[in-house]
């Protein structure tokens, strides 16, 4: 285990369990660099992994909170980063071309969603707490800048109209947060009902529940889940792992679904879980726990976790005081996922006075 900029004097952190800041051919890092301690404004940089190179890819960043920060990730096979910014008082996507580090936006009024790394389509939104007109979900190309509308939201209200009505009343609903499958074929989105306005550091910016899975390339619904209990795909493209709270003992546990099927299996072996996801070969699964007592919403104690898929075994990777770090309004969480050969897990540790990005390294 080690820090992959140990001397930072700086927050750095990367985006999410759902995609990994290492770049597909496995050359270099992405991630957040803030010296404010907030963590809620700095730079995208890059870092070359063999040569401990920095570079500096975009500046003056401002992003929503520290927990997801810029959604930054790797896009069109490594040749661009994508992006989010509020920029002059207006949220904007954008790509950067990283042979020319040439900048382009791609989108406004929207945020971005999580991408499939290898393809050139993006997914984007419109701002969860005041989406204005755009309430569906967009498909853009980083090269081109094309746009698609593969799904709107009033599909959506038309096929689960009678569950929409009991989870957001007669609020307007968005599409939020939609997470692209590896292959890109499917697509998985959380809904938002806004709060308006435009405060958007605060939990109640918005109301945002449920879990719609959606086939892009036949143009159908699989199906619906109540909870969105932070889901990531299988590598197969087809089946979805997430964490889904035991009755009896209120523990979260680890499920595999199939929306096509309607089939829901649980993980074994069991190991605490709160953003669990699989490695790209699937060999293996790996997810970061609070473990230990606190108050609720408190940051606490937390460990990495990895498990076996094919045997009853899991092992504990790393564990941290998480209580330091970015100060944010919505701190940032472990949010551990691998690299894309399966060899590396990448991590947010805030153990101390910043934020730090680690990678545990598989014998």
């Known amino acids: 285990i080690s820090q992959v900029l140990p001397d930072a004097e ?20 992405l991630y957040f660099a803030s010296s404010t301690s907030e963590g809620q404004d700095g730079e995208i940089r890059i870092m070359g992994r063999s040569s401990g190179k920095e570079t500096v890819i975009a500046k003056n960043v401002t992003v929503e909170d520290a927990h997801r920060v810029a959604c930054q990730q790797w896009s069109n096979g490594g040749r661009h980063v994508v992006y989010h910014d509020f920029r002059k008082g207006k949220w904007i996507v954008l790509a950067i071309d990283i042979a020319s580090n040439r900048e382009k936006v791609l ?10 790394a ?14 204005g007109p755009h309430r569906d979900l967009e498909l853009v190309n980083v090269e081109t800048g094309e746009f698609r509308t593969p799904l709107t939201a009033e599909q959506v209200c038309a096929e689960y109209s009678e569950w929409i009505h009991k989870e957001f009343g007669e609020g307007k609903i968005s599409i939020f947060f939609p997470v692209l499958s590896p292959d890109g074929n499917k697509v998985m989105i959380k809904i938002a009902c806004g709060a308006g306005g435009n405060d958007f550091r605060s939990p109640k910016a918005s ?3 449920g879990k719609i899975i959606y086939d892009l390339e036949r143009s159908c619904f699989l199906r619906r889940y109540d909870t969105w209990g932070h889901p990531s795909w299988h590598p197969d493209s087809r089946r979805i792992l997430c964490v889904i709270p035991d009755k009896q003992t209120r523990e979260n546990r680890n499920y595999l679904l199939d929306p096509q099927t309607g089939e829901t299996v649980k993980v074994e072996p069991a190991s605490p879980a709160d953003h669990p996801s699989f490695s790209p070969d699937g060999r293996f699964m790996v997810t970061d726990a609070n473990i230990g007592w606190r108050p609720y919403g408190k940051p ?11 045997e009853d075994e899991y092992v504990m990777v790393d564990k941290f005081m998480n209580t330091g770090g970015a100060k944010s309004w919505r701190r940032p969480d472990p949010h551990p996922v691998f ?6 897990i990448y991590y947010n540790v805030s153990a101390g006075s910043w934020t730090r990005l680690c990678v545990a390294e598989l014998p």
């Open 339 to 344: 690299s894309p050969d399966s060899r590396r």
């Open 207 to 209: 109301h945002r529940e």
């Open 118 to 131: 290898s393809g050139k389509w993006i997914p984007v939104y419109g701002c969860h707490w005041n989406p």
């Open 107 to 116: 989108a406004e009024d929207r945020q971005l969603g999580i991408v499939n």
């Open 10 to 29: 700086c927050h750095t952190t990367h985006t999410y369990f759902n995609i990994s800041p290492e770049s597909p051919d496995g050359r270099h890092v």
């Open 300 to 310: 606490g104690e937390n460990a990495i976790f990895l498990a076996r898929t094919s």
